[in-house]
């Protein structure tokens, strides 16, 4: 049965000043770009708020806009217009690959940069119906005690499975966010904490507006294990790049859809193991397998899935270097 959309309040500010003002006098508002996420979440009664502000108006998140330094993207960019952007796919082709993977040709026109970079964390256990969650006592993540995945830690093992996270840490990406107090900037990474259930290090009435990319000259590749080959989440997800800038050149690695957060993860260096050279391969294949924690949020294994993201970031570093 299909569940209704609860009322809600509607505010539609049409510059980020008067967003901002929205938020502060809403301080538990829930931000709307494309709704992708967020109109799933309110059918299932996830949302603790019932005022929306609508983003989609103000056109200072809507560019993407060279500069000396290389690029910055508004964080209401469409998918659809970063998987089709020439500016983008010449010098950070893994950005465009991870966008073009994203659900279908119809989400991606409407879902945006930003929305995919605070994607919500899932987990088997929480996207169910609130009938459901209520007679199982709900769980960590929402109104419950418990996480179902890990009942004796004290931690919300939900995952994050936004697409575009690691294709953008492997090109050193950082974040606009603004706030009551002003514009801040910080690398990436630092946007999210490894806690299914707050996993953004957003402070309260801050939003997210726009993400830089450095000038590069890397390679990147981003490929996702899923069930389909569309719509789906990924089960995991890795980006990879090769800086060959420096010698021998550099591998970047980071994954999404096994933990709370997406994360790089250092490749090995050993100076006895040069890129491309089989004991190389053996040895990220084990890096990534020890650095990641897939849980049971899906309805595939985790031990599936630890080794397939391995097989995946070394199938895509040898077709890099």
Not at 178 to 192: C, K, N, S, V
Not at 207 to 231: C, F, G, H, Q
Request: net charge negative.
């Amino acid at each position: 049965m299909t569940e209704a959309l609860p009322q809600f309040t509607l505010v539609r500010p049409e510059t980020l000043d008067d967003a901002l003002i929205a938020l502060q006098a809403t301080p538990d508002a829930a931000l709307s770009a494309g709704g992708t996420d967020l109109i799933v979440r309110l059918r299932k009664s996830l949302v603790g708020s019932d005022t929306l502000i609508d983003l989609t108006g103000i056109k200072a998140l809507n560019s993407i806009d060279p500069n000396e330094n290389g690029l910055r993207i508004g964080a209401g960019v469409t998918l659809d217009q970063i998987e089709h952007s020439d500016l983008i796919a010449q010098t950070y082709p893994a950005v465009v690959k991870a966008a073009a993977s994203v659900a279908g040709p119809s989400h991606r026109q409407v879902a945006t940069l930003g929305g995919n970079l605070c994607l919500d964390t899932r987990c088997v256990y929480l996207n169910q119906s609130h009938w459901w969650r209520k007679a199982n006592d709900f769980c960590l993540k929402y109104q419950g005690d418990t996480c179902h995945v890990a009942p004796k830690g004290n931690r919300c093992r939900a995952a994050f499975s936004g697409d575009l996270a690691p294709a953008l840490l492997v090109h050193d990406a950082e974040v606009e966010i603004a706030g009551p107090t002003g514009l801040r900037r910080e690398p990436l990474g630092d946007l999210y904490v490894e806690d299914g259930a707050t996993h953004l290090t957003l402070e309260p009435g801050e939003i997210l507006v726009a993400v830089n990319l450095p000038a590069s000259n890397r390679t990147s590749d981003y490929e996702k294990i899923r069930v389909r080959k569309t719509v789906d989440f990924p089960l995991a997800g890795v980006a990879v790049a090769c800086d060959t800038s420096q010698e021998p050149p550099r591998l970047l690695v980071a994954v999404t859809g096994t933990n709370s957060r997406p994360f790089l993860i250092d490749p090995p260096d050993d100076p006895m193991l040069p890129p491309a050279d089989e004991a190389f391969f053996l040895a990220l294949q084990k890096q990534v397998q020890k650095a990641v924690s897939p849980q049971r949020t899906t309805m595939i294994a985790p031990h599936y899935r630890r080794l397939s993201v391995a097989a995946l970031a070394v199938r895509l570093a040898r077709r890099i270097l």
